[in-house]
């Protein structure tokens, strides 16, 4: 079961797809982080739905968010699917151990090995605001992401 809005997010470090090491936690005080869960680097699905993230990156520049991408492919994987795609943000390898990242957030799927298109959005106190959840063949809509965008930095500014 996926984790619930309102709770503390699980801290973790991953390499990023130039090895890396990105920690949720040196986010904390600095910026709101939504965290995008995917299947697989290549796939139809996650690599039209990056793209789409890719395409409206000004959304979280310009609202000073850190959009970090998850996937259990590994880090030269992830090197290779960015450059091909020109992705400008983090993709984060849960590779090993085997997707540990994904299970922590309730949402790594163990028959097909990966995890569920899930999205958190955490806020500066590390506090999951916001999430949303679509099965592996159904990709999430942008103008999820813009709602939740809209919610965590509402509250940021109140």
């Known amino acids: ?18 090895g890396e090491l990105i920690r949720l936690s040196d986010f904390h005080g600095v910026k709101p982080v939504v965290l995008c869960f995917f299947p ?4 139809k699905v996650c690599t039209s739905e ?17 959009l970090l991408a998850i996937s259990v492919d590994s880090k030269h994987t992830l090197r290779a699917f960015a ?29 097909p090995g990966y995890a569920n298109r899930a999205t958190f959005v955490i806020d500066k106190s590390g506090i999951i605001r ?13 103008e999820e992401y813009r709602e939740a965008l809209a919610d965590v930095l509402a509250v940021h500014s109140a």
């Not at 079961?1 to 130039?18: H, K, R, S, V």
């Not at 916001?130 to 942008?142: E, G, V, Y």
């Open 1 to 18: 079961m996926a984790l619930e809005n309102d709770t503390q997010a699980p801290d973790f470090e991953l390499p990023n797809q130039f």
């Open 40 to 43: 697989l680097a290549f796939s």
């Open 50 to 66: 990056l793209c789409a993230l890719s395409d409206n990156i000004g959304m979280f520049a310009d609202s000073s968010v850190e």
């Open 83 to 111: 450059e091909q795609m020109g992705y400008g943000f983090n993709l984060l390898a849960d590779f090993w151990p085997h997707g540990d990242v994904a299970k922590e957030y309730g949402v790594f799927l163990s028959e």
């Open 130 to 142: 916001d999430s949303f959840i679509s099965a592996p063949s159904q990709p999430r809509d942008i």
